[in-house]
């Protein structure tokens, strides 16, 4: 994966149209964009001019795999039923 921006907002939506649906991502609040490698060169082919700005940081990637699972609670164990009950 690979953080890229693009120079202004009309290339910006442009570049993203043509990207999805062919790459997966994350767009970032800052503008940045997470794409994997093999897009770069997609982008490139089509004349795209964009900013490579690096790997993400841990923070970037945290953001790209969505908010952490919640614990969950486990069941309190069933009251086990006494074997060989009579019917009396």
Known sequence: ????KFPDPD???RALGFLMGRFS???LHTGEV???E???AAL????YTFTVLGKPTYEQMAAFRGPAPTAS???KPRASRAA????A
Not at 1 to 4: F, G, K, L, S, T
Not at 44 to 47: D, P, Q, R, S, T
Not at 84 to 87: D, Q, T
């Open 1 to 4: 994966m690979v953080v890229i």
């Open 34 to 36: 997470i794409v994997p």
């Open 73 to 75: 609670k486990r069941r």
């Open 84 to 87: 060989g009950r009579s019917s």
């Open 25 to 27: 991502g994350r767009i």
């Open 44 to 47: 490139a082919e089509e004349n």
């Open 38 to 40: 093999a897009a770069l």
């Open 11 to 13: 290339t910006d939506k």
